[in-house]
């Protein structure tokens, strides 16, 4: 299976908002509402921020907030921070596991 | 919230093996299904494997099918990945990860299809 569709790099400034994208297919976000979001900082183990495509775990702040359209999920990050900069993945489960290419969120 | 430490990484020749070791501590390790993802160098995440709570389920990868097992022993609140029949795009990171569980007013929800808990990983380098 594919690897999901994630744009390569976004960037904002402190206190705007990013959307990163994830598009995958029928089979997988478009049927399944098994979405998952990810963050990863350099060096770091992955940190789940978003599960059932917008729940979010224990802990986790309301900036971050998710959203699915067809065969598409997006992650927002609103009132964008400094330690928002990070490696981002989003991943569906439909059966096999899949992880999306990562998108890298600067703050610039 | 528990931890993960995981273990048993190293250089190994193409066509060897090895054996990694997740161990859990502060949870209930016998409640919770067990996944192992790895991360290539500079590269995005890929699920490797799970195992459920019992040990009685298991699934894995298209690329790692017939070449990696997975098993746990709950009393050592263990998880372990053998590896077999390395290649060198084996070469990565591997995490073991607790799914996630969502508790309220004392009764708790498990969602065996995402990843909550991870270790600090335990690299893996195939190559001569």
């Known amino acids: 299976q594919s690897a999901l569709t994630q744009p390569r790099s976004v960037s904002g400034s402190p206190g705007q908002s990013v959307t990163i994208s994830c598009t995958g297919s029928k089979s997988d976000i478009g049927d399944y509402h098994y979405v998952s979001w990810y963050q990863q900082h350099p060096g770091k183990a992955p940190k789940l921020l978003l599960y059932?495509?917008?729940k979010r775990p224990s802990g986790i702040p309301d900036r971050f907030s998710g959203s699915r359209s067809g065969n598409t999920a997006s992650l927002t990050i609103s009132r964008l921070q400094d330690e928002d900069e990070a490696d981002y993945f989003c991943c569906s489960y439909s059966g096999p596991y899949v992880f999306g290419s990562g998108t890298k969120v600067t703050v610039l | 919230e528990g931890q993960l430490e995981e273990s048993g990484g190293g250089l190994v020749q193409p066509g060897g093996s090895l054996r990694l070791s997740c161990v859990g501590s502060?949870?209930?390790?016998?409640?919770?299904?067990i996944h192992w993802v790895r991360q290539a160098p500079g590269k995005g995440l890929q699920w490797v494997a799970n195992?459920?709570?019992?040990?009685?389920?298991?699934d894995y990868a298209d690329s790692v099918k017939g070449r990696f097992t997975i098993s746990r022993d709950n009393a050592k609140n263990s998880v372990y990945l053998q590896l077999n029949s390395l290649r060198a795009e084996d070469t990565a990171i591997y995490y073991c990860?607790?799914?996630?569980?969502?508790?309220?007013?004392?009764?708790?929800?498990?969602?065996?299809?995402?990843?909550?808990?991870w270790g600090k990983g335990t690299t893996v380098t195939v190559s001569s």
């Open positions: 502060e949870f209930t390790f016998s409640s919770y299904w």
């Open positions: 059932d495509i917008d």
């Open positions: 990860a607790r799914a996630l569980s969502v508790c309220n007013s004392g009764a708790c929800y498990y969602y065996y299809q995402y990843m909550e808990v």
């Open positions: 195992i459920k709570k019992d040990g009685t389920e298991e």
